[in-house]
């Protein structure tokens, strides 16, 4: 398999990966049709913001499996398009967090304390000490606007630092804000009563431009910092702000376009301190996100669970052994459930019963949907099985109960066509050995592999010597068979036979030619 690398990471990832056994090719700055033929037989990618992971380069990437974005933000990969390939799209959160929240508080001190001006003059000669006065941050309050990773990092260290910390964050509780020691307000309030305002927020639709004219006024004065993501806040909006003396100052680390023009107003402004995006650039936070995206891309490639995956069930990697026989087990359940039901496809239930409901099963439910599609010739793998059942109208439900009646754990996937179902469960036999144990209410024992028959018929002698008959006749052999009935015997019976050989179309018609025969299915898995 192999991975592309098109932007610069650390030698720790690359060697990752070959380490793995991967063919790793590096191609930087490639864009356009280079970088459409260099993703052609691409297995993996590994980019950072300065490649452009567009709706164009998914479909020039049959095999893809893996987006890595070696760093936070993923505004530069179409989430989307990745979702309906069946990509995953990664990011590595924590290997840059301590560098990035580090270098705001850095950004902070020196927009108060005038550093980088005083430094330049001092260079050039002059002593000149009277002409800046700064601020302290003890007393003073943070208004925080986000409160994710780095939001939280940068939080916790001015809050030791003698600040009071105010945050507007729509998506997170007041209990974990007052773990870190903030107040959870609204938006304008943040604002007002923020003397050093700090940005923390992805750039989206939703937070281009959320800070401009109207926003600054509402400050006041203070200090504005931006170590987040160019084009949240208004750059010529804040210049003009700082310029006016509406805010005392401003530190900027990210801008709308990289690298900065001579002419962005913010370079023109004495009182914005300014960084060419520097809120990572430390070796060790270098290492962290080139190993951390290395190892997700390895995850996907090896069909294991990916951490940090934006667009896919993702589990914890401790709970990831116990959960692991499941997400098989799952997906031959809804496998068999999707060839045993005709007519139109349109809800379909994942059920979880005993210990396994302890367990986070996101990963799981998408494996039966996987299941449930893949007969149905749906391109489709745990990545898109969500989107594709939203996009076709179809259901999809998840219940569990720590109650089992008879076993440890079970998985149910029951398929519904509006006026049918079809009825699934399984289990685990000695931890890992995968049984059926239920097929529309037939209790049995079957062991799901290969080529299978399940054929339902009245309960009367010689019919499964019938079957068998039919079967030898056609080169079809037998490797194994459950038997199973709901009642007492002449009622109806259920029937499942692992085979070694395929059941033609032709064979099924000759054995519903026989009246004592209610249904035959053959199954593929």
């Avoid at 994710?148 to 030791?160: D, L, M, N, Y």
Wanted: hydrophobic share 45%; glycine share 10%.
């Amino acid at each position: 398999m192999k991975v592309l690398v098109t932007d610069p990471i650390a030698d720790a990832g690359l060697d990752r990966l070959r380490e793995a056994g991967y063919e790793v090719e590096t191609a930087y700055d490639v864009e356009g049709d280079a970088l459409l033929e260099a993703i052609s037989d691409a297995n993996g990618l590994i980019v950072r913001s300065g490649t452009e992971v567009t709706a164009e380069v998914f479909d020039a990437a049959p095999d893809l499996v893996i987006v890595g974005r070696a760093g936070i933000g993923v505004d530069n990969i179409d989430i989307d398009a990745a979702t309906e390939h069946g990509v995953i799209v990664a990011n590595a959160p924590e290997g840059n967090v301590r560098a990035a929240a580090e270098h705001t508080v850095a950004m902070g001190f020196a927009a108060a304390r005038s550093i980088p001006q005083a430094h330049a003059r001092l260079k050039n000669g002059e002593w000149a000490k009277s002409d800046y006065l700064g601020n302290e941050v003890n007393g003073k309050t943070l208004g925080v606007v986000g409160l994710g990773r780095v939001g939280q990092e940068v939080a916790k260290k001015f809050h030791a630092l003698g600040m009071d910390i105010v945050a507007y964050d729509p998506y997170i509780g007041e209990e974990r804000a007052e773990q870190l020691g903030a107040e959870l307000v609204k938006f304008d309030e943040c604002l007002s009563r923020a003397d050093f305002l700090t940005v923390h927020t992805p750039l989206t639709p939703e937070t281009e431009g959320l800070i401009s004219t109207d926003e600054l006024e509402t400050m006041g004065s203070g200090y504005l910092i931006n170590c987040a993501r160019g084009g949240v806040v208004d750059e010529a909006a804040l210049a003009e702000a700082v310029d006016a003396g509406v805010l005392d100052g401003a530190a900027v680390d990210v801008f709308a376009d990289e690298p900065v023009s001579p002419d962005n107003p913010l370079l023109s402004v004495d009182d914005v301190v300014v960084t060419p995006h520097l809120g990572a650039s430390t070796s060790a936070a270098q290492e962290n996100v080139a190993v951390s995206t290395a190892d997700q891309v390895v995850a996907a490639l090896r069909e294991e669970p990916v951490m940090n995956a934006l667009n896919a069930p993702s589990v914890d990697e401790s709970a990831f052994p116990r959960i692991r026989p499941y997400i098989e087990l799952a997906e031959t359940a809804g496998k068999i459930a999707a060839q045993l039901l005709e007519g139109r496809l349109g809800e379909v239930e994942v059920s979880y019963h005993g210990d396994i409901a302890a367990e986070d099963l996101e990963l799981v439910t998408a494996s039966a949907l996987k299941g449930v599609f893949t007969p149905l010739e749906w391109q489709v793998n745990a990545v898109n099985a969500p989107q594709i059942a939203k996009e076709r109208g179809i259901e999809v439900t998840e219940s569990k109960s720590r109650q089992s009646e008879d076993f440890q754990s079970l998985v149910t996937v029951t398929v519904r066509n509006g006026d049918e179902e079809m009825t699934i469960s399984g289990t685990l036999f000695a931890g890992d050995d995968p049984r059926i144990v239920r097929i529309n209410g037939y209790r049995l024992d079957a062991i799901p592999h290969g080529q299978m028959l399940v054929a339902r018929n009245y309960d009367k002698p010689g019919v499964i010597g019938f079957i068998g008959t039919v079967l030898g006749e056609n080169d079809v052999n037998i490797a194994g068979m459950f038997n199973a009935r709901r009642a007492k015997a002449g009622g109806e019976a259920l029937t499942v036979y692992n085979l070694d050989d395929e059941v033609t179309e032709e064979v099924r018609e000759k054995l519903l030619g026989d009246d004592r025969i209610i249904d035959v299915a053959a199954i593929t898995l």
